[in-house]
């Protein structure tokens, strides 16, 4: 429960409005103080994939999910990086790379690890016999680009 405690007095303190639920904007802030610095689209991503409720927001409980995610996902990284802090291009395909040095630290794996993770709920929102196939129209083609992004 200490963990819980902790999580809560980090979430208030970026809830600046006191509305019991952060915005892109305050999560932002809440992961730049733990030292993991993302685009605003890619913190959006990150709302849109643990929103249950879809009210564009990330409640507590949202929060704390979104937490879980992030350690497990830092782990696995601390693992493949075998304590460096950065993973080689050998660990690692280029397009990830946006910063084009060659190397990828915490942030840039966890975006990766975001971006398959939102695919993989697209292609299991369209994946309604669990079979692990899909067939797509046009339109469904263009809808499942428009959510996802890097």
Request: hydrophobic residues 40%; contains cysteine.
């Amino acid at each position: 429960m200490a963990d819980t405690e902790a999580l809560r007095v980090w979430f208030q303190s970026v809830d600046v409005d006191q509305s019991g639920s952060i915005n892109v904007t305050e999560l932002q802030e809440a992961l730049a103080a733990g030292n993991l610095r993302f685009s605003q689209s890619m913190v959006a991503q990150m709302i849109r994939m643990y929103d249950r409720d879809q009210n564009g927001t990330m409640s507590f409980e949202e929060f704390v999910n979104l937490h879980k995610f992030l350690s497990l996902v830092q782990n696995a990284f601390t693992a493949s990086s075998r304590g460096s802090g950065v993973l080689g291009l050998s660990e690692m395909h280029k397009s990830f790379d946006h910063k084009r040095t060659g190397q990828f630290r915490l942030d840039d794996f966890i975006s990766i690890c975001i971006y398959l993770q939102s695919a993989r709920n697209l292609f299991d929102a369209f994946d309604t016999t669990r079979q692990g196939r899909i067939t797509l129209d046009f339109n469904q083609f263009v809808y499942c680009g428009g959510n996802l992004r890097m």
